[in-house]
Each structure stands twice: as structure tokens, then as C-alpha cells.
């Protein structure tokens, strides 16, 4: 009788898994967990992961996938339960008996997915029936005066209103928030708003203005036919106001001539290339003018204006028309200097054939992060567009080769980011400003974002910022978005299992940048598998839908990329023209990939390819079962689950069921 080999490959793996069993029962009993309190069950889980994670597994996977057992990839959320019911199963296969005395595991997959939704309602509000990953939505500033748009949005899907603090003053979050709740009255649905602390964010400062000129040019067709005027909006050089609808320029004048001018009135005036050129005043709005032109004008200070009406005075000069911000233009092998004073950045200086007689430099917003660089450290600049090398090191200045940029240069303005992802940065993650802003958001908020946090010690300092405000129960969303803050997240996961309610969000932008973005696929993976062990909510961020918010138009990798969102707790989404068409997409995509996807596990929903494979061939399997002998029917299948999209969707293809081999279409 031929002997059964399945015993010979089980105790091996039995062994195995039993070294791998200790080290993570070892781990956790090495850690004090008394200071989780009601969490010690998710801290003792995160410690499990990362021991099983020390250990390579592919090899073990493909041999208990061979036996058909469960392959350890799901066991984030449940590690011990998942190893011991591998283990059970491997002790019959091996025909051993369990070894006495062995633990029970306290968290079992039903636990693990418990506390995971748990947590994420406690920081982000309750999950929608149909959709359980909630839409995050950063507010422009507009959203301070127009409630449409905030209803609007919370029609589509928002779930959690996002106020960036590095933006606006108290005096627009208010008026965000006081909107925000009129439409939740209106609308009748919850939402949590969280507020973004700015912290240490490395920026560029001013470039230098150039010339103050302003150029105003109609609107042409391809053959260069005008088919819509210059406007231009006039108004006191004293009191400027905004105008009241967009305009191609702002020209402050003097407001005794202001105040004169009527609707109808022509001026007239030689621009700052000698040209002679005429505007119509078309309305008058307040103490403002509107004015048009079919020509292209270039405005300058000094340039004398001259009023064809009767009012007086007839003449006025502009004034104060602002320079605009130049750019630095760097190519490959340039020369950038960093520098710690506040002066205005300056392009390199050239000779005539084009050398470089002095680089270009551009200051630092946070000059205290110099001592911390070293010669040869990376740095980039706007986003990564522009990379290159510290070269040099001095009191106050930073000599950076350029060695990354586009064809023909790259443009580096003022205000952009900088990223150093090799130097050690030791900068306090909570600045002065993010103190007296945190003021408003423990008053006001459900939430607090909290940007470029580098360690456990980080989180320590925000509770406690917190608890001076009598706001302990706040909510904290941990963002990390720097190489360092991914190297100590286990650490950071269990400080923040000592707050009541925490997250964290995936900052893919600048983590991009301080990884590598060949390494980010693989970074944002690990984060994910790590929140989900410590059964702490994940936010998925940065350009989500960017091209639709911004142009309308989504691309096909943006829109793959969304749906992967729905592995987390929560996505976000900036701030965009379209940004409510954005909010309607992402609520559709979230909805359709949650019957097929549930964290790292596909769910087998019913495939409409499948039913529509069946539907279309049963006129065939009908032909073919007639010519056959008959023979008794098979008791009819359960209908498929309907497709939540709706009837008619995907996926919805009425009340079906199996005769023999034949599909029966009910519908019809």
C-alpha cells in the first residue's frame, strides 16, 4: 500500500513554525503592555506582525499552499490565531498531537476586524452602509464664503472636511466649519472636520520681482480673430478691492479720478512700448470700474491714463503696480546657493557667452535645519523636480550641485518644498505658529493632522499640547511623510495606541521624495499592513483623482490608483475646480471595489463576465440538452448577490438560476 507523504512535508513546516511561534510570544512578553490599557490587545498584535515579519516566509508559504492550508498572508490583523490554526492543521497532516500548555491566542480574525472598525468610527465618524472607506476633502479657500460648495460636496459623498492651517486664518476656518454645519442640517449626514497643523515645513523664499509691468491680451481663435475683450478692473490705489467677477488685470489709479469716471467714457493712453491704446469703462461696481479692450496692452507705473468725460480730474498715473516673481532656471551641473537670510532669490549671473559668473540663490523659510546637513547629502527641491547634491557647507549657505533636472532646465519658484532625505533633521514637529493654531482646533476640530512627525517622541509632545488644552480625547492623525517617520513607524504605532483615537495618513507626496518613488509602491504597502496589525485606521493620500479635480478629466492610472484607496479607512482628496465631480467619482469607484476587495482578500462577488458568459450561450446548451437523453434536473443554484450599483449596473442581471446545464433567465 503506497504510503501517504502529506505526515513527511507537515513536520518539517511544524518545526518551522514552532521557532517563529516562540520569537513572537517572546517579543510580546519582553514589552511591558501595561500602559495600553484598553489596547494591550492591538499593541500585543503589532508586536506579533513585526516578529513574524524578521523572518523570510516565502519559502514556508509555498509548501503550506501546497498542502492546502492558509499561507499566513492574511494574518496582519490576527497573527497568533492565524499561526495556531496553521499549526492545528499541520499537526494532523504530520499525525503529531499539539504540544501541552500552549496559549490561546487573544485576538482572533473576528476580533482584529472588530477593533480595526472600531478605531476607524471612534476618529472618523461612522462608515456609510455601502461604502465603508470615508472620503476626506480638503477645503479651498473659497469654501469660506460659498456654502453651495460645501453642501455640494456633502451631497456627493464627503465624510470629513479637511482645513490645511498653513492656509487662510481663524477667520475663514470658522466660516468653513459654521457652513459645514448648515449643510449638515440640510442635508441631513455626519461629518468630522480635521484640521492640518503646517509644522516644519522646509520651503523656498521669494524669488526677486522682476519689472512691474502687467500685460492684458484679448481672447483669439486659431486665426488670430478677437473673440473675447481684455478686461480690466480699476480701483482705488488707497483701498484696492478684489474684483467682483475674474478679470485679465488689476490697475490701482487715484480715487478723486476714480470717483469721476462714468460707463461709456474712453481712455486713452501710449502702454509701456509706446503703443497707443484705448479702454472703454463698460460698469461701474461700488467704487470700481471695469474696462475692455480688443488689443494687447502692456501696463507700467508712471503711464499716464487720460478720461475722454468731462469729470475732473481727467488725468491720473498708475501706481503700484506690483513686479512679478521671477524664476530660477536650472539645468544639470548648476550651481544653487541656499542661504539662511531672507533676501530675495536671484538668478545666476552670466557672461556673454553664457557662463556662469555667479550661481544662482534662493533662501530657506527654516534655516534652522542647516546644522543638520552634511556634504553629500541629497537634497530636492518643488516636489522632487529638481534634485541635487550638497556640495559645500558654510556658516548660513548651502553650495548645492544640480544633477537632476528637466531638458532645457527646470523653473524653481518661490515657496516650494524641500526635502533632505539623508540628513538627520532635528527640528521640534510642533512649531510656534502650530501652538497658537492648535488653540483653535481643540476648540473647534474632531481631529488634528499632524505633519512631519519623526518619532514616538512627537506623538508625546502633541498629547500633551492637548492635554494643556483640556482636549485629550481629540483625535490625532499621524502623517508620515518622511524617511525617518517610516523607519521608526512601529514605534510611533505604539505611542499612538496610547492616544483614545489616532490614525495615520499616507503623505505619498513628500514620502515619495524622502523614499525614492521606486521604493514608494512598496513603503505605502508596509504602512498599510502595519496600521492594519495595530488596528489603527490608514488614510490614503496625495493626488487622488488630481487630473479630474484639477482638469476634469481623470487619467486611467489615477483612476486604478483610487480604487486602491479602499484598503484603507479613509481617502483623501485635494482641493480642485472639479473637486466635487472628484468626490461623486471616488464615492462610485470606493462602492464597486469594496464587493470585490476587502483589504488584501479578494471577494468572490458574482462576475457579471460569468453571468453574461451564460447568459449568451444558453439558446447553444439548450439545442445541445435537446438532442441528449433527458436525465433528472439539478436542484436550482442561490441567485447571485445584487451588484450595488444599482439596477441595471454592473453586475445586475436579474433573478438567475442553473437547470441541469442549461442558464434560465427569469427576467425575461
Same mark, same amino acid.
Request: charge should be positive; include cysteine; aromatic fraction near 4%.
Given at each position: 500500500m503506497r504510503q501517504n507523504p502529506r505526515p513527511n512535508k507537515a513536520r518539517p513546516l511544524i518545526r518551522s513554525l514552532e521557532r517563529i511561534r516562540s520569537q513572537v510570544v517572546g517579543l510580546e512578553r519582553s514589552l511591558d503592555l501595561s500602559p495600553f490599557r484598553g489596547r494591550r490587545s492591538s499593541a500585543r498584535n503589532l508586536l506579533h506582525y513585526l516578529a513574524l515579519r524578521r523572518v523570510d516566509l516565502r519559502g514556508i508559504q509555498d509548501e503550506l499552499s501546497r498542502l492546502g492550508l492558509s499561507s499566513l498572508g492574511r494574518a496582519e490583523s490576527h497573527v497568533l490565531s492565524n499561526l495556531d490554526a496553521v499549526l492545528r492543521n499541520l499537526y494532523r497532516l504530520g499525525e503529531l498531537s499539539p504540544p501541552p500548555g500552549t496559549t490561546r491566542a487573544r485576538v482572533d480574525s473576528d476580533d482584529g476586524s472588530r477593533f480595526l472598525?472600531?478605531?476607524?468610527?471612534?476618529?472618523? $465618524?461612522?462608515?456609510?452602509?455601502?461604502?465603508?472607506?470615508?472620503?476626506?476633502?480638503?477645503?479651498? #479657500?473659497?469654501?469660506? %464664503?460659498?456654502h453651495s460648495l460645501v453642501r455640494d460636496l456633502l451631497e456627493a459623498g464627503m465624510d470629513c472636511m479637511r482645513i490645511n492651517c498653513a492656509h487662510d486664518s481663524p477667520r475663514e476656518w470658522t466660516r468653513m466649519i459654521s457652513s459645514l454645519d448648515r449643510a449638515k442640517k440640510s442635508v441631513g449626514r455626519s461629518c468630522r472636520v480635521e484640521m492640518d497643523l503646517g509644522g516644519p515645513k522646509l520651503r523656498t523664499g521669494p524669488v526677486e520681482a522682476g519689472a512691474p509691468v502687467l500685460k492684458v491680451r484679448p481672447r483669439r481663435d486659431e486665426f488670430g480673430r478677437v473673440v473675447g475683450r481684455a478686461t480690466v478692473w480699476l480701483t482705488s490705489a488707497e483701498a484696492p478691492v478684489a474684483p467682483t467677477d475674474p478679470a485679465d488685470g488689476v490697475l490701482p489709479v487715484s480715487p478723486d479720478w476714480l470717483s469721476v469716471r462714468q460707463p461709456g467714457e474712453r481712455i486713452r493712453f501710449r502702454d509701456a512700448r509706446g503703443a497707443r491704446r484705448t479702454l472703454r469703462v463698460v460698469s461701474r461696481d461700488g467704487?470700481?470700474?471695469? +474696462?475692455?479692450? #480688443?488689443?494687447?496692452?502692456? /501696463?507700467t507705473?508712471?503711464?499716464?491714463?487720460? !478720461? %475722454?468725460?468731462?469729470?475732473?480730474?481727467?488725468?491720473?498715473e498708475l501706481q503700484k503696480i506690483p513686479g512679478r516673481e521671477q524664476v530660477l532656471l536650472l539645468h544639470r551641473g548648476d550651481t544653487l546657493l541656499l542661504t539662511a537670510r531672507p533676501d530675495p532669490g536671484r538668478p545666476a549671473q552670466r557672461s556673454r557667452d553664457?557662463?556662469?559668473?555667479?550661481? !544662482?540663490?534662493? *533662501?530657506?523659510?527654516?534655516?534652522?535645519? /542647516?546644522?543638520?546637513?552634511r556634504r553629500n547629502d541629497r537634497i530636492f527641491l518643488d516636489d522632487g523636480k529638481i534634485g541635487g547634491t550638497v556640495v559645500g557647507t558654510e556658516p548660513g549657505v548651502l553650495r548645492i550641485l544640480i544633477t537632476q533636472a528637466a531638458t532645457g532646465g527646470s523653473r524653481l519658484g518661490g515657496d516650494k518644498g524641500i526635502n533632505l532625505p539623508d540628513s538627520d533633521l532635528k527640528l521640534p514637529a510642533l512649531t510656534e505658529k502650530d501652538r497658537e493654531d492648535l488653540e483653535f482646533i481643540s476648540r473647534h476640530a474632531d481631529m488634528v493632522g499632524y505633519s512631519f512627525v519623526h518619532d514616538a517622541g512627537d506623538v508625546e509632545m502633541l498629547r500633551a499640547e492637548l492635554a494643556s488644552h483640556r482636549r485629550s480625547g481629540l483625535g490625532i492623525i499621524l502623517k508620515i511623510e518622511t524617511r525617518q517617520a517610516f523607519d521608526e513607524l512601529p514605534a510611533i504605532l505604539l505611542a499612538a495606541l496610547k492616544a483614545p483615537r489616532a490614525g495615520v495618513m499616507i503623505a505619498r507626496g513628500d514620502l515619495a521624495v524622502e523614499v525614492g518613488y521606486e521604493r514608494l509602491s512598496e513603503v505605502q504597502e508596509e504602512i498599510l499592513w502595519l496600521c492594519e496589525a495595530a488596528h489603527l485606521p490608514a488614510i490614503w493620500a496625495t493626488q487622488v483623482l488630481e487630473a479630474l479635480t484639477k482638469e476634469g478629466v481623470p487619467s486611467r492610472a489615477e483612476v486604478t490608483d483610487a480604487a486602491m484607496g479602499e484598503r484603507a479607512e479613509g481617502v483623501l482628496l485635494n482641493k480642485g475646480p472639479h473637486v466635487v465631480e472628484a468626490v461623486r467619482?471616488?464615492?462610485?469607484?470606493?462602492? @464597486?471595489?469594496?464587493?470585490?476587495? +476587502?483589504?488584501? #482578500? %479578494?471577494?468572490? @462577488?458574482?462576475?457579471?463576465?460569468?453571468?453574461? /458568459? /451564460?447568459?449568451? *450561450? +444558453?439558446?447553444?446548451?439548450?439545442?445541445?440538452? $435537446?438532442? @441528449? &437523453?433527458?436525465?433528472?434536473? %439539478?436542484?436550482?443554484?442561490?441567485?447571485? #448577490?445584487?451588484?450595488?450599483?444599482? &439596477?441595471?449596473?454592473p453586475g445586475q442581471f436579474g433573478s438567475r438560476r442553473f437547470k441541469g446545464e442549461a442558464l434560465i433567465d427569469e427576467t425575461r
Open positions: 472598525a472600531r478605531n476607524a468610527t471612534r476618529l472618523l $465618524g461612522p462608515s456609510r452602509p455601502e461604502r465603508k472607506t470615508r472620503i476626506i476633502v480638503t477645503m479651498p #479657500s473659497e469654501a469660506a %464664503s460659498d467704487d470700481s470700474l471695469r +474696462a475692455e479692450s #480688443s488689443k494687447t496692452i502692456y /501696463f507705473n508712471g503711464l499716464t491714463l487720460s !478720461a %475722454s468725460g468731462r469729470g475732473r480730474p481727467s488725468r491720473t553664457g557662463r556662469a559668473t555667479a550661481p !544662482a540663490t534662493i *533662501s530657506c523659510r527654516l534655516p534652522e535645519a /542647516f546644522p543638520f546637513v467619482a471616488l464615492d462610485n469607484i470606493l462602492r @464597486r471595489m469594496e464587493a470585490h476587495q +476587502a483589504k488584501k #482578500s %479578494s471577494r468572490l @462577488r458574482h462576475l457579471n463576465v460569468a453571468g453574461e /458568459f /451564460f447568459r449568451r *450561450s +444558453a439558446p447553444r446548451r439548450r439545442a445541445e440538452l $435537446g438532442s @441528449r &437523453p433527458p436525465r433528472r434536473p %439539478s436542484p436550482p443554484a442561490p441567485s447571485p #448577490s445584487a451588484d450595488p450599483s444599482g &439596477p441595471g449596473g
